[in-house]
């Protein structure tokens, strides 16, 4: 269980470093702290500033989250190209088989799904409304060509859709959906954060004599900042993240298997996986384990009658790691000196504003008008 909490943990890393990246130019507010000398600046004044960043992409990324939920986009997107299977041609045998799992994991409102895709791919996706299993053809079409007859291609169809209900029982497809939800908030808000930016580097070039230079200054700073945190994101974060997912993705894909074999039984489900050859399938959310270690570990299952229910303590793991994303914003403004900010801000543009009085004062006196 502690892995799927560091999961949680990491996807949230990533979509803030994620976040970061687009919304870097608002570190530029903090550059007169950062190079100032003045006495009144406190030193904490620039971590104040970073914090405030973090503290707004936590409370975007939530706010994201919660409308992703409540209505689906992200879902959606990965549903495109579906169709549900009732409504295609000569799919209607898998009803039976489909109704049996959806009674065993007591999910009576799951739809299934068939993608019109090549790929050997299935996946569970779902959102606080609907949830989905999705089949590509290009899966079916592997079991339709080993069919030995018609009883063990829906027994094959049956493991496949049980396993992929075990993840949706135990809700696995919350983290990628995070990462998804991450990747099209950042997607909208990044071409507001470049407009804005773009436009105030103009604003800045018009301003005779130093514009051209602030502005080019500016934009440089911003392509060395996009550049070191892009590189950490990408080797640093995501490579731990790719690390601790190939742990926990085995471990899930175990039990997944071991969920959906307890309804036909440890020797239809390895052989169900047996078809699909050394690496098994595709899917979009996990990394399977070597196909031969799938059916050594659900050979020996055996059949039961009961519902199956989500792993124990599964659903306390993910209340806690949901609970974490939101409470996080309120421990990092509890550490934010937003007063102290404004202060030194509102003290610093005072400074400033009398410096360029006294310039201009002394240029008058020179007989150069402003």
């Known amino acids: 269980m502690i892995y799927k909490l560091l999961n949680f943990i990491l996807v949230y890393i990533l979509s803030i470093f994620n976040f970061a990246i687009i919304m870097s130019p608002m570190l530029f507010f903090a550059i007169p702290l950062m190079i100032t000398k003045s006495d009144y600046i406190k030193s904490d004044s620039t971590l104040t500033v970073i914090l405030l960043v973090f503290f707004i992409v936590s ?14 986009f992200s879902t959606r997107f990965y549903l495109k190209g579906t169709k549900e299977f009732s409504k295609i041609k000569n799919y209607d045998i898998l ?23 090549s790929e050997a791919n299935a996946f569970a996706i779902g959102n606080l409304g609907r949830q989905y299993i999705v089949v590509t053809n290009g899966l079916i079409s592997e079991y339709l060509i080993q069919m030995k007859d018609r009883e063990y291609f829906l027994n094959c169809m049956k493991c496949i859709i049980g396993h992929e209900m075990s993840h949706l029982i135990n809700k696995d497809y919350l983290p990628g959906l995070l990462l998804k939800v991450n990747e099209l908030a950042t997607s909208f808000v990044s071409k507001i954060i470049l407009l804005i930016f773009n436009i105030i580097i103009r604003i800045i070039g018009i301003i005779p004599f130093v514009g051209g230079i602030v502005s080019s200054l500016l934009l440089n700073f911003f392509k060395l900042l ?37 309804i036909s039984g440890g020797d239809l489900m390895s052989e169900a996986l047996s078809v699909l050859g050394e690496n098994g399938y595709i899917t979009i959310f996990s990394s399977h384990p070597k196909t031969s270690s799938r059916v050594k570990k659900v050979k020996l299952v055996e059949r039961t009658y009961g519902t199956i229910t989500p792993q124990f303590g ?4 993910n209340f806690c ?23 030194n801000y509102e003290t610093l543009a005072f400074d400033i504003k009398m410096k360029i009085n006294g310039i201009k004062i002394k240029l008058m006196s020179w007989g150069i008008n402003i």
């Not at 640093?236 to 307890?262: F, G, H, P, W």
């Not at 790691?321 to 900010?341: A, E, H, N, Q, T």
Request: glycine residues 2%; proline residues 2%.
């Open 59 to 72: 409370c975007l990324m939530i706010v994201v989250m919660l409308f992703d939920l409540l209505f689906g």
């Open 95 to 117: 009803s039976d088989v489909f109704d049996e799992v959806k009674m065993r994991f007591n999910k009576p409102n799951v739809r299934l799904m068939i993608l019109n895709s």
């Open 226 to 262: 996009d550049f070191i945190i892009t590189f950490f994101y990408k080797y640093v974060i995501l490579t731990i993240y790719k690390l601790i997912q190939l742990k926990i993705s085995r471990n899930r894909e175990y039990r997944c298997d071991k969920q959906s074999a307890m």
């Open 314 to 317: 599964n659903n306390f793991v």
């Open 321 to 343: 790691s949901v609970l974490f994303i939101l409470i996080l914003p309120f421990i990092i403004y509890y550490y934010m000196d937003i007063k102290g900010l404004v202060e």
